[in-house]
Structure formats: structure tokens, C-alpha cells
């Protein structure tokens, strides 16, 4: 059943080291509710606007800066927001309601209005429980015609918000208050960045791709926004998670989220925030040492910190809960709490004695799910988990089931229709299977990258049955299909099938005559079965349709030199090394092939290969330095 749950598989595969205690002893911290106003109906989704979500954004990181502050989570006050508005805008009276809710002792309601060339920015605090107490309300108006007066209104609207609260920042908060405001000089990067803040808390697929494609223009107009690319961590993280929760693994995202989380540290060290973005890349590719010690180093810096205690409990695997507790306990709006705590019961009906404890644990997971669509409807991460445990369970009705609950919440969300469509596959119900998958196509191309993507991960890993299914169901979906007849070619021929390989680069071929790859491949069917001049042949073919490409002049250099055609060889790999001077490959066979043919120029030959290998940042793996070691040695005469 585990290969199954992917998640819960991240949190069985370690034991972190251990993780840093909660601070004992301390006052309970004070939890502020800072929402921004989502206009009133009008057609379509709900949200507040971009303006109005990055202030409400930045006050409330500016808040949680200080010792003793919690802010509430923004995908909880949205979801309780947009309940308990109704369809008009979202009132004072709303926000207490929501503050109320989530446990929190104020409201801040945040709004901004576009003046003509001007710009206010409002926030109305309001406490929980009024108890005869009056709103107060805040107003800072100002010029927006310099890329600077933006930033200059927002410092000086967050000061006035934290002294009508009576909270005055030590210095130490005031430089790290100082980043959080000016995290950036440019206005169209702050622009992208605020639409993300807009579509964040939603939490849903939809929502997080698009955070995702804002963020990426944020960071492209200013590679130093920090904030930018920790948010980027994050969104591409969650999208990431529930991508793998229909059972589909984007390792680009991944790697995006990482590199992300990387470079928001390093370009901002001292804020709590960029450490628990990169906590949360690391923990859900299942690097908990580094996910711990960033977690640690966020609550080092903020001991109050909700999100990064619930990641450090997230990397603690399943060691983690209590730390997930006290996140929960820190705010308890944190869906994602709830949704890693029904984990661990997953994982505790996976590992019960009995069927007892089998079903108290089922209970409890369902429970937590449950206590998270609460919290955040739009997240289908509960229901996606549901489902995969059904699956895994064989209770495949169930699944489907579970699957259609997500779309009637959101009839696009492509990765459900793809996840019955398996389901229906697995069954033996085709039709059904096709239909489903069409769906999943038509609403987002990228479903057919996902499953490609994930049928090449199967087969890496030896799972060849299963790799095949991915492709066979694709093409039951479209058999115009290249990439995935390519892919399925690649699968018999690592196989050892020739004929089946042969025969899927053929299908390729005739819907894409131009496809070089399937060239190629066939080329490599025809090599194995000693066909050298029809290998060449192919190869000439694909070299004439991608000339620019540097590995398909290599095998076709490669092609020419299995049949002793020097001349033809020796232009070739000049041609492949040329075209792409950074292909190691290239130059590696290239180095040798001289060293054979043409010895005179082999030592240069070396050389380049060395450069090439030290122009990708030098040797990482064990044949990249025996490669090394050889090149080393034939340039010494040896």
C-alpha cells in the first residue's frame, strides 16, 4: 500500500536528528487575525485585490517579526472571510467573526484603494470580543507616481499599525522589519508579487500554479527579491504535494522549489521566513536533515513561528506529531496541520497490530481531514490523501468516489479526473478510463507530462509494468501521442524488446516524420541488433531534422566511427563539441575517438574535455572523475 502514498513514504524513510524543543515556560503569544477586504460578489472567484493582499502580506510578516506576536494563517482568514461575508465585502463585524474563529484576540481588516495618481491603504482593528469597543481605523494616503512612493506608504502605514497596537520594535526587529518592507526597489516585481499574495491562500491547484507563474515574473524583473523567491519555495512546494497525492511526481517543480528556497536564503539570511521556505522544499523532497535545521534556524530567529514548528514536525517524520501539535497550538487555522497529522494516522493504519487499531486510526485520519477542508475547502489535499489511501486499500469505489468530491469542489482540477482515469484503467473499464483522461487533458496539457514524468520514474526504478501502463493509458487518450509512443519505445528497448521498440519509434515516426529522437532511437534498436548503416542512416535523418542539437551530432559522430569513417567521424564530434561546448559527453568521446584515430590531435582534445568538465563545475560523480583521472594521465604521455 505504500507506493501508494508517496507522502507517507517521506515521512517513514528517516529519522531526523534530533529537533529543538518548544520554549518552555514562556507567555502565551499574542495571535492577530490580519485579512484583507474581498470585494463583494461579482461573478466568478472571490478574492481580495492584489494591493490589498500584498499589504495585509506584508503587515502581517512585519507582525510576526516581533516576540510574542502569532499572525493567524492567510489561507484560513480567506476561506472564514469569504463564509462569513456572505456576498458582500468584507466587513468589521466579518473580520471579529473570523478572528473569533481562528482563536485570535484582534482583527486587522486591511484594504486599499487606487486614488487617481494616489494611493490609501486602510486598516480597521477590531477586537475579537468588542465588548463596547469602538474599530479603530487607520489611513495613510499618498502619491503613486514614483516606483519609491509605494514603498515609502507601505513602511509608514505598517509603523502606524504596529504603534496604534502599542508594540514598539527593538532594534534588532527593526532591521529585519526594514527587509520585510523593502524587499524590493522594483514596483513591476512587487506588482507580480502581489498578485501571488492574491491567489495564495486559496490553496488550491489552480491558485498555486498561478502564484507560481507571478512569482516566477517577480523574481524575472528583480532576482534579489528575496520574499519573491521564498514564496516561490513555498507555492511550488504545496503544488508539488498535492500533485503527489494523485500519485504523480513533478521533479522540475521539485528542483524549482528547492533552488528557490536556496537562493531566499541566501539572499536574506536574517528573516525567519526565507529559513522555513527552504524547511519546506527540503522536507518534501525528503531531506530532513536540512528541512530540521532550517526550521530550527527560522524558530532560532522567531520561537513563535507556527509554520516553521509544523515543518520541523513535518521533517521529524514520524517523530514529528508533537511538534505538529504545538504548531497547531501556535495557530490553530493551519490546515496543513491537520492534513500532516491524518499522514501519521495513515501511517499508523499501515503499521496497526490489529483491526482495531486499524480503524481507530482510519477514524482519526478521517477526522483530520475533515478538520482541514474546514479550515480551507479549496484545498483538495484531504480529499486527495483520502483517496490515495482508498486506492491503496483496494477500496477503488471508494476512490472514484472520494476523486469526484474533489471535482465537484473544483470542476478543473485536472490531476482527479487523472486520478480516476487510472482508477477506471486498473479496472479494466477502458472507455471510462479514456473519457476520464481526455478530461484531465483538456483542462491542463500538462497532466500528459506529469504521467510521462512519472512512467519514466517507474522505469528508472525497474517498475517496468508500471511504466508501461502510464504510456498505454496516454495513448488510449490520444494516439497521436509522440512523446508518449517515444517514451514507450525507450521502455522496450532498455527492455531488451527490440521489436516492440522498433515498432513504437515507427508509430512515432509516421504521426511526426520530423521527431528526431525517435530517430535516434531507432537508430539505437538497429545498433543492437548490429543494422550499423541503417543506425547511421536514421542518424543522419535526425541530425538533418535538429542540426543544432550537440548529443544528436554526437551519436551520429558516435555511428560514423563504428564503421571506421574517419573523415565523417572526425567532423562530426568537431561539430557536436562546437554546437555544444559544455556537452561532456561530446567531448569526452571525442578526446578518446583522436586518441585512436588522429593521436597528434589528441592532447588537445584532453584539454577541452578537462575545461568542459570544469566549465559545469568539475567532476561530481565517480566515472565523471575516473574520466578525469584518465584524461590526466594520456596528457602526461601515459
Known sequence: MSRWLPLICIILAHRAAPLPAAPEGRAAPRRLAVLPVIPAAAGGQRLPGPQAAATADLLARSLAQMSGVVTASPSALYHAAVAAGGAGATTAEAAAQVARGVQAETAILVDAADLDRELELTAIVVPAEAKGQAPTRLTRRGPAVLDTDLFTLQSGFVHAVLEALKLVPPPEVARRLDLVLRGTASAVAFRHYAVARQQLPVASLDAYEAAV???????????????????????????????????LRDARLRGDALKAGQEAVRLRPELPDTHRALALSCALVADADAAAREAGSALAIRPDDPE???WLGLAGGADGKQDILKALALDPGLALGHLFLAVLASRDALEAADDRQRQEARKTMVAECRKALDLCGSDPSPLLLTGMVQTGEGRIADAIATYQQVIDINPRTALAHAAIARLYYERGKQTEATDALKQALALD???????????????????????????????????????????????????????????CFRSALEISPGDAWARVGLAMCYQRQNRDPDALQELQAAAAAQPDDGLVRLYLAQAYDRLNRVREATETYDQAVRIAPTLVEA????????????????PAAWRAYLAAIEAVGGAQTDQEKERVRTAQMRLRGR
Open 445 to 503: 496539457f500538462r497532466v500528459g507530462d506529469l504521467m510521462r514524468d512519472q512512467a519514466r520514474f517507474y522505469q528508472q526504478a525497474g517498475e517496468w509494468e508500471k511504466a508501461d501502463k502510464e504510456y498505454q493509458l496516454l495513448l488510449l487518450a490520444n494516439p497521436q501521442d509522440t512523446p508518449s509512443w517515444r517514451g514507450r519505445g525507450h521502455l522496450f528497448l532498455e527492455r531488451g524488446k527490440l521489436g516492440d521498440a522498433a515498432e
Open 308 to 310: 516553521a514548528r509544523l
Open 213 to 247: 507563474r507571478a512569482l516566477r515574473r517577480a523574481i524575472a524583473a528583480d532576482k534579489e527579491f528575496a520574499l519573491a523567491h521564498a514564496a516561490l519555495a513555498e507555492a511550488a512546494s504545496l503544488l508539488s504535494m498535492q500533485q503527489a497525492l494523485t500519485g
Open 587 to 602: 567531448a569526452y568521446s571525442r578526446a578518446q575517438f583522436l586518441d585512436r584515430a588522429i593521436p597528434e590531435r589528441a
